[in-house]
């Protein structure tokens, strides 16, 4: 009596929708972001490698250890390499969200070295559309606007008035996200908000974060643009238990 063929046996597992992609995954996506917004991020690459590497060889032929410095030229050349193309990929990624609802919201939360930023705006102006963003750290509260300058001002300063009465102790910082005068643009939100001194320590950024849970936002909010970080950054939890 003959047993029927056990089906499927060696079958694939299907794969799950929700697993992120490998590292391999990312950079292949991080490569195809930059090389459709700027033609040149393949010869640009290259040319890092390819200079790195010569330079090395060059040295060596002059020093001595031609075939380790070669190597080391062309290891430091994949690294400057790989610091263009993050570059690369920033720019595109912001020229992608451009004029997007929420896009400085998105660019707030890449910030790390211990920065938490809520998942969604904590204000926002029904009829004009402009939005607050808020982001807590050991510089204390960071407070993001979006929107025309004029308009947004008068948002922003009645969430640092609020935010002010709660939080009587602790500093509330304010910018302007935007392309007037006077407001940062997205390549200048992280680099202003990492600028801030530090005047909180962990267990008070804590303290900081609860108490702001329990204040609470307005209504529905719109979602924050996703896909801005081309590595995928997400708010750096291990970054605030000093890790």
């Known amino acids: 009596m003959s047993e029927e063929p056990r089906k499927g046996l060696f079958r694939r597992k299907p ?3 929700n697993k992120k992609p490998g590292r391999l995954a990312q950079m292949k996506q991080v490569y195809e972001l930059s090389a459709k917004h700027n033609k040149a991020t393949p010869w640009l690459l290259a040319a890092a490698v390819l200079g790195c590497t010569i330079l090395g060889l060059l040295a060596g032929l002059l020093f001595g250890g031609a075939v380790f410095t070669t190597i080391l030229g062309f290891m430091v050349g994949l690294l400057l390499g790989m610091f263009m193309l993050g570059r690369f990929a920033e720019t595109a990624a912001f020229a992608q969200m ?7 919201g998105a660019v707030l939360n890449t910030a790390r070295r211990g920065y938490l930023m809520d ?8 009829k004009s559309r ?3 963003f808020r982001s807590t750290g050991r510089s204390g509260v960071v407070l993001l606007s979006e929107g025309p300058k004029g308009r947004s001002a008068k948002l922003l300063a009645k969430e640092k008035k609020r935010h002010e009465r709660i939080l009587p102790n602790v500093p509330v910082h304010t910018f302007q996200g935007g392309k007037e005068d006077g407001q940062l643009t997205m390549k200048q939100v992280v680099p202003s908000v990492q600028k801030l001194p530090r005047k909180l320590n962990k267990a008070e950024v804590l303290a900081v974060r609860n ?33």
């Open 98 to 104: 451009d004029g997007q609802p929420g896009a400085f």
């Open 15 to 17: 794969k799950d929708p």
């Open 119 to 126: 998942d969604q705006p904590i204000a926002v102006d029904p």
């Open 211 to 243: 108490r702001l849970a329990a204040l609470g936002t307005q209504s529905t909010r719109p979602p924050i643009p996703k896909g801005i970080d081309p590595n995928k950054a997400r708010p750096n939890h291990k970054a605030m238990r000093g890790r």
């Open 130 to 132: 402009d939005l607050v």
